[in-house]
């Protein structure tokens, strides 16, 4: 998914420097990408090799020499490709609790509603943050970008909130066996 990142923030926003390139993915994608900032320096040799983009080094004084990015041709048709194989949705969650709760014999039931109640909190906190950077994100963005952009925050925030709808219900089934066993 990087490269499909780095390619519409270059042909959205124009050619970047890497650094620009990370700011742009922090401030423009965090809420809907689990992108590791680190990797994008890697991602954009990869694609510099690939010919998805050009480099081109500047020096601007006696500043460090800059690279500045650029798709290509190249990258253009790479970007279509990706964006045309994102569109054949094929979804199937995995939960990594559901492996816990599998074998949640080996744990203490006080354990597994510690962690539940940490988990319904933290989806509160995040629900909450959600909410009010996309209610700033609608109110600034160019009126073409505002239903795609709500599009992508309301399909977080329904996950979010389908979690902390699991999250109570388990956690009060838990709370109920306690009473019971």
Same mark, same amino acid.
């Given at each position: =998914? ?19 390139i990370?700011?742009? =993915?922090?401030?423009?994608l ?5 992108? $590791?900032l680190p990797?994008v ?5 990869k =694609? ?5 983009i ?11 020499? $800059? ?15 990706l964006l ?6 094929e979804?199937r969650?995995?939960f990594?609790i559901?492996?816990t ?19 319904v ?7 909450s ?11 600034y963005?160019?009126? $073409?970008? $505002?239903?795609?952009?709500?599009i ?9 909130r ?6 109570e ?13």
């Amino acid at each position: =998914m990087v490269p499909l990142y780095i390619l519409g923030l270059l042909l959205r926003f124009g050619p970047q420097h890497g650094y620009q390139i990370k700011k742009l =993915m922090e401030e423009q994608l965090e809420d809907f990408t689990q992108i $590791k900032l680190p990797t994008v320096y890697y991602h954009l040799e990869k =694609m510099e090799a690939l010919g998805y983009i050009t480099a081109q080094r500047e020096k601007q004084g006696a500043r460090p020499e $800059k690279t500045i990015y650029q798709v290509s041709k190249t990258g253009e048709d790479k970007f279509k490709e990706l964006l045309q194989q994102n569109l054949n949705i094929e979804y199937r969650p995995t939960f990594d609790i559901d492996g816990t709760f599998y074998f949640s014999d080996y744990l203490e039931n006080n354990e597994l509603i510690e962690s539940l109640s940490n988990h319904v909190a933290k989806l509160q906190l995040v629900l909450s943050s959600l909410e009010v950077h996309r209610n700033e994100t609608l109110r600034y963005i160019p009126e $073409k970008y $505002k239903t795609t952009a709500n599009i992508i925050f309301e399909h977080h925030l329904y996950h979010y909130r389908a979690e902390l709808a699991w999250a109570e219900k388990s956690l009060q089934s838990l709370k109920e066996d306690e009473f019971c066993g």
